[in-house]
Each structure stands twice: as C-alpha cells, then as structure tokens.
C-alpha cells in the first residue's frame, strides 16, 4: 500500500482541478515563518502534521495562526510531536478558510460488490467509522462509464446543494473520480470537505495508491509509508512480515494458518509480535533470511507452525538450523516448533540434530511459546 501523506495527496487533487486551501510545507519552524511573512501562505493559517495516522485535529496536530510568529510556535511544536508513534518531519502550512458545513465524501473499493464505490455523508470532520451507518450513503459505480449525473445528483441532493454549488459538486466529483481511476487509488477521501460560500473546498486529502498497479506509477516510488526498518528490509527480500505491539514471533506458511496462529496464542493470553509468512518456499535459504530477520525483531519466543504442503517441513528445518548457527547466543530465543506434513519425519528428524523438539498438538506448542514468552521483554 503506497499511503500519501495529505501535502502529496493535494498535490494529485490539483492536478485534476480538485478545489484546496492555499498552502505549502514547511520541514522546519524557519521554513515556516518565512513562508507566512513571504505571503506564500496568507494569515490566518492552519498548520498540520504530515505524518499518515488520522485525528490529528483531536491529538493537537492541527493548529491555527494569526501571525508568523504565532505560525512558527505552531510548526515548532508540531514538528517536535511524535504523533501516534511517528515522527513529525514536515507540516503543511494553509490558509485558514471561513467553513461552514464539514461534509464527507470517498472512493473506495468494495471488495464484496467488487465495484467502487462512492461514499458521502453530510458528516463530515469526524473519522468515517464513528458516524451512524444511517448517515453514510454509499453507491456502487460501474467503472466502465464511471459516475453518472444520477450518482452525482444524489450526493447533490444529500448535500442539500442546487444551483452553483451543484455545479462545483458536480466538477469535484468528476474529478475526485479521475484521480481514483487514472492513479490507480484504492481510497480516494476528502474528510472533511468544507463549504466554503457557495463553493466547496477539499481541507484534508487521503490517498492510497493501490500496490499491484504501483509498477505503472514510478512517481510514487519514493513515497515513505509507515512500514518499519525491518518491515521494508523484508519487503526487499520478498518475506511477508508484519510487526505487531506483542513480544512473542510467529512463523507460519499460508495466511489463513499465519492468522490462525496469531488466534491461538492470543487465545492463551501470549501477545504476538512479529509474524512471518513464510508461504510455498522451497528454498531453505530463504527461511533462513527469514529467520534472521525475525531474530533482527529481538522476540521473547518463537513460534514456528508449519504445515508441509508444497513447503517441505525438511526445507524449513534445514532452513532454520542453519539460521540458527548464525545468531549469536547471546541473542538467542526459545524457540518452540511445530512440523506437520511434507516430510514431517525428515523435518523432525534435523530440528532434533539441532536440540529443538517438535510438538504435534497446536495448543500445547502454542501455550509452550507462550510459556516461553511470559516475564521476557
Ligand atoms: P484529521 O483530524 O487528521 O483528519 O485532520 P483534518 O485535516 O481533517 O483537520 C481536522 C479539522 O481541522 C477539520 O475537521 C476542521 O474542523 C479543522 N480545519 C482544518 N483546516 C481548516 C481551515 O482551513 N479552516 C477551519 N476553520 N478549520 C479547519
Ligand atoms: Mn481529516
């Protein structure tokens, strides 16, 4: 997922005519007020973090300015916020808008109906997810003609808009739809959308490319996202690994037996930490970059739940024993395992060269992992 920061989203809204404030981002307080005393952004202004996490308006990530020095108090402070684990390293500087309703409106996949859909709702300014169902109206669009007068008439009609406004709706809703499309966006959402007079101004824009199709959209390459260090480096090396809160590791082949896992040691009150799918490998070098790099993630214990399918157990096991010459003890882990399958025998057989034993019921080598994992960091 290629999520844009709300700066790069607006910079895709304006190139399809997408209605937004004045603004401009600033990567330091001095940046910032010279940006207001050069009238590049006109007082009073709004300054708001970049970073990808929502409610930055609740969390104090979003604040107003009357003067430049007010302006660079503001971007000073936001700037040294670490907003809900990340690091504030660029602001956006606007102009502040009289607003006067905050309205709510989106493009997204629906997975079940398999279209996109075209969501609205009169409220805006708030998180999508706290508003009543009842007040959320979504229609499917066929993608092929795109929005119809008859969609966007209906979000018109929602909005309580006719006459000029109309109009203008019905321009950013074409537009709003063109970016969905053209950039291959899984969300497209301006939350909220504000009426400003009789015209209508995007103030926020969220924005997420959809990964399969970011092959045809080199210009995103460089967007930064919210993975982590070890996250992006098993990105490079093709590994399916996740960081989670907990401390204990997972390493499983397939996502449903990945998820199933994770389920099971939450059940037994272990809290999971890093997970690894290691899918239909059959390269034990593989599992065993795999598993450094779950080492790199410093687990209290590790959870290995293979079932041998077109990944053999005896390739994990080699996989695994190898990786384990490799950490060094004083970085070492319990490790709790649990081969099934492909060549369980063979598998069963090396992990025991290498003093690991396998238990075969799920829950026992679960709770043994948990076990493990209790009173370590
Ligand atoms: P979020 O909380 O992370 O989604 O950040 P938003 O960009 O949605 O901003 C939060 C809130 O700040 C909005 O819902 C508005 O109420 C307010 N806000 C943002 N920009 C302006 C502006 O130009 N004028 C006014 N009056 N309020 C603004
Ligand atoms: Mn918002």
Redesign the pocket.
Known sequence: MVKLA?WQGKSVFRKYGVPL?RGEVARSADEAESLVRSGKVPLPC?V?AQVLA?????GG??RFANTPEEARAAAAAILALEFKGEKVREVLL??????GR?LYLSVTLDRTQRLPILIASTH??VEIESVADTEIDRQAVDPFPGLTSYEKRRVAKLFGLSGAPARSLDKLLDAVWQVFQREDAELVEI??L?TVGEGLVA??AKVIIEDDAAFRHPEYAEVRDDRTELEEIAREKEIAFVQLDGNIGVIANGAGLTMATLDVLKELGGAPGVFLDLGGTDDPKKVTEAFLLMARARPASVFLNIFGGVTRCDTVATGLVEAMRQVPASERFPLIARIRGNNEKEGIEILRSAGVTSVSDLRASAQAAVDAARGRP
């Open positions: 709300e404030p709004v708001k929502g409610g930055r308006g609740k990530a979003v606007e102009e502040k808008l009289p607003i905050e805006g300014g939350n909220p504000a103030l926020d």
